[in-house]
DNA sequence: GTATTTGCAAAGTTTTTGCACGTGG
DNA sequence: CCACGTGCAAAAACTTTGCAAATAC
């Protein structure tokens, strides 16, 4: 549950053997999306502008878009429009999204891999759980529906 | 395999139903999901284009959130940006989306069902198969990886 | 010192909206 | 006829890009 369940130094680590820079920014942007969880590169500035003025909306996108490809963040598309990053310090996990109350539902990679894995195998195909968003409607909505 | 597997009052039958006007655009639009399989908003505008110039990109956008609504077409997100809509008069079915190729795997509603459905029921949860996209890598692009 | 990174502002892309005109029922 | 739907053009939302100044190393 800690915030900084990543080692102080391994992201740090992550940047310098792949040629990139310590700065500032990227570590802001990274903090940031460990407080939310989830977020999209908005609310990601948003968050990094609470703390401090020294980035820029540019920034913010060149810097997710970094550390994605590192794999200190991992993104999904949570809705509809707008992708979503998370950082990978936690457990890597997919999603359940509710189209009706717009709840979350984490759902522990291994027991994702469990079901999807024997037909992803048969199709060849290695799935991103960690990008895995299954949209639908929660048990709460299918009710109201009715 | 037929084009218009749907039946040609089905979908007439259908907007009247929900109180909307037969229009020849509803038409148009429809046909070229059906005839594209699966389309970006850009290309459905695209397609209809190539038959008649009478119709316009808003009213592309209009008309498929409309039939979306109407459960006479679906949406996925097969590219991290852009809906991608298909025809349900076929099988309702779910994608496997290759990063490498863009390669996207068709697989039937009930095979995703079936390894998806325990994992979703124990969480509550109802996933809309038609709009499931899974991420990730084909095996060829993973045989090039390495 | 110098190659990388940032800020800023401008442009690009995709989608939405307001409103007058057109048209299906 | 008249409410619903369309075209058009403008705006909104979101993301990317070029370049000079700043900075990590």
């Given at each position: 549950m800690s915030p900084m369940a990543t080692?102080?130094?391994?992201?740090?680590?992550?940047?310098?053997?792949?040629?990139?820079?310590?700065?500032?920014?990227?570590?802001?942007?990274?903090?940031?999306?460990?407080?939310?969880?989830?977020?999209?590169?908005?609310?990601?500035?948003?968050?990094?502008?609470?703390?401090?003025?020294?980035?820029?909306?540019?920034?913010?996108?060149?810097?997710?878009?970094?550390?994605?490809?590192?794999?200190?963040?991992?993104?999904?598309?949570?809705?509809?429009?707008?992708?979503?990053?998370?950082?990978?310090?936690?457990?890597?996990?997919?999603?359940?999204?509710?189209?009706?109350?717009?709840?979350?539902?984490?759902?522990?990679?291994?027991?994702?891999?469990?079901?999807?894995?024997?037909?992803?195998?048969?199709?060849?195909?290695?799935?991103?759980?960690?990008?895995?968003?299954?949209?639908?409607?929660?048990?709460?909505?299918?009710?109201?529906?009715a």
């Open positions: 080692e102080p130094t391994q992201w740090q680590a992550r940047l310098r053997e792949s040629g990139h820079r310590l700065t500032p920014q990227r570590e802001l942007v990274l903090a940031a999306v460990q407080t939310l969880g989830h977020a999209t590169p908005d609310e990601v500035y948003a968050e990094v502008r609470t703390h401090s003025d020294a980035i820029n909306l540019s920034t913010v996108y060149r810097t997710l878009e970094l550390l994605d490809e590192l794999g200190l963040i991992h993104h999904a598309h949570l809705s509809d429009r707008a992708p979503t990053y998370h950082s990978t310090s936690g457990h890597e996990h997919s999603h359940l999204v509710c189209r009706g109350c717009r709840k979350v539902i984490s759902v522990e990679r291994s027991d994702m891999e469990a079901a999807l894995g024997p037909l992803a195998e048969r199709e060849g195909f290695e799935p991103d759980y960690g990008h895995l968003a299954v949209f639908g409607t929660c048990r709460d909505c299918a009710r109201d529906d």
